[in-house]
């Protein structure tokens, strides 16, 4: 993967609240984004309408654009409408596919932008990753992090619990992320930057301690800022290394070779726990089992309607997803009989510390 964008590498302005709407409305209300109040406002077919109506006596001279399905022919429908008029900023408003068209556009642009985040699905929230679909399947492109990331967790609790559950699993996957970076150290001589590690581990590091839930607005606070953390170390290394290994190339295998399967952070807690598994890390192991089963998240093929041939399908095809990573899964080169008889040793450490 190239490198990404780091014109800016940290957000201005970062607020994680109920009510935060409000805290948009004041900022485009002031001035801070635009001077005229000549912003695209972005939103997506769920909960971003009603907000841009919220924010509508703030906006004065804005346009509002719904965009939908997350596909790149969409963000550069979404470019060619900014290219019609003047604009300061864009504000993306929504879940993970909305904030990606978003911000891929603002980038062609190179325009500012800001996110406001209805959901928790992913790190996409602060990330310089916008991830689109494009010939049916899905890319990563560079683009630059929001001026400003905003968190409504009013809005967020009235989104689907799975979705903002499966947030989870991407935080997760960092410990299996950064052991494999640290893997390509020992192995390629490949560099670690020391304070893109610590941005991604403290939050994977939080939620993996934290004892609440998805009904408790501090759990869900510190998933929100580890999901902006996460971001931003993939910001300030100029890659998606911090956050993205063997788990993120198992991720992308299924996305590919069976389309709709899962969401991101689902599949991403899952390729983790088993890539953490491989690397013989057994006091990961039970940590991210016992917190992805906390969470009532996949840890089994089964729990995302694969069967144990199509995971290894999967695992044997991950590799050629990200050619330039070296992760656990490059590190073993199991063979089709090899990665079934690990699958099944996984399973069964499963079942012995089930529960």
């Avoid at 979705?163 to 996957?173: E, L, P, Q, T, W």
């Amino acid at each position: 993967m190239p490198l990404l964008a780091r014109t800016i590498l940290t957000p201005l302005h970062i607020d994680v609240r109920r009510g935060a709407v409000a805290d948009l409305a004041t900022i485009l209300a002031d001035g801070r984004i635009s001077a005229g109040g000549d912003v695209a406002v972005v939103v997506g077919p769920g909960q971003g309408g009603q907000i841009a109506d919220l924010l509508r006596p703030s906006l004065r001279s804005a346009d509002v654009f719904t965009v939908a399905g997350g596909t790149l022919d969409a963000a550069d429908e979404l470019g060619g409408k900014l290219r019609e008029r003047s604009y300061d900023a864009v504000v993306g408003i929504g879940g993970g596919k909305t904030i990606d068209v978003a911000k891929y556009a603002a980038t062609r642009r190179g325009l500012p932008m800001v996110t406001m985040a209805t959901s928790l699905a992913n790190d996409g929230i602060a990330s310089p990753v916008a991830s689109l679909i494009t010939g049916g399947l899905k890319g990563s492109y560079g683009v630059h992090i929001p001026i400003a990331v905003i968190v409504d967790l009013d809005f967020v609790a009235a989104g689907p619990d799975q979705h903002n559950r499966a947030g989870i699993g991407d935080v997760v996957s960092n410990i299996s992320a950064l052991a494999d970076w640290e893997l390509a150290r020992q192995v390629r001589g490949e560099p670690v930057d020391g304070l893109a590690a610590s941005l991604a581990r403290m939050g994977a590091e939080a939620v993996l301690a934290h004892t609440g839930d998805m009904t408790d607005d501090a759990f869900v606070t510190v998933l929100a800022e580890a999901l902006i953390s996460s971001g931003l170390a993939m910001a300030v290394c100029g890659s998606s290394r911090p956050a993205s290994g063997g788990c993120h190339e198992i991720m992308h295998a299924v996305d590919a070779l069976f389309p709709g399967t899962s969401s991101h952070g689902e599949l991403a807690g899952l390729g983790a726990l088993f890539c953490t598994f491989l690397r013989g890390d057994q006091r990961r192991f039970v940590e991210m089992a016992a917190c992805l089963g906390r969470h009532r998240l996949p840890r089994h093929p089964a729990d995302v309607g694969l069967t144990d041939d199509q995971f290894v399908e999967a695992v044997q095809f991950a590799p050629a997803t990200r050619p330039d990573r070296y992760t656990i899964l490059e590190h073993l080169a199991m063979s089709v009989t090899e990665t079934r008889e690990r699958l099944a040793d996984y399973a069964g450490a499963l079942r012995d510390h089930s529960g």
